[in-house]
């Protein structure tokens, strides 16, 4: 019913910047939170960024100064700016939102960080 779709990872060279976006479409009620995981095969996914619908937002320390989360409410679509990137920034993103009783996950998008 509510799709995620994810654009905006790829390859990047370290130190480079990458612009991450989840737009969601469907039956859309209403949006409270929006947040982005990582994660790498084998490990648990993890929590990269979260941005409430008040705009508060927090960050894993290993980004934190380095990424940005931003939304947009109007396009239903949540950002994530990545500058800095690390080699150990590389993993499968997963945006996810969540209104007041329900959540939903995109599909992932890969980022990959050369050394």
């Known amino acids: 019913q509510v799709q995620l779709v994810e654009s905006g990872g790829g390859l990047v060279q370290a130190g480079g910047s990458l612009r991450l976006s989840c737009v969601a479409s469907?039956?859309?009620?209403?949006?409270?939170?929006m947040g982005w995981y990582r994660q790498v095969l084998g490990k648990q996914r993890e929590l990269v960024a979260a941005?409430?619908?008040?705009?508060?937002?927090n960050y894993a320390e290993s980004v934190k100064g380095r990424f940005t989360i931003s939304r947009d409410n109007a396009k239903n679509t949540v950002y994530l700016e990545m500058n800095n990137l690390k080699p150990e920034d590389t993993a499968v993103y997963y945006c996810?939102?969540?209104?007041?009783?329900?959540?939903?996950w995109g599909q992932g998008t890969q980022v990959t960080v050369s050394s």
């Open positions: 941005i409430t619908g008040g705009g508060r937002t």
């Open positions: 469907g039956s859309i009620f209403s949006i409270n939170d």
């Open positions: 996810k939102i969540s209104g007041r009783r329900w959540e939903t």
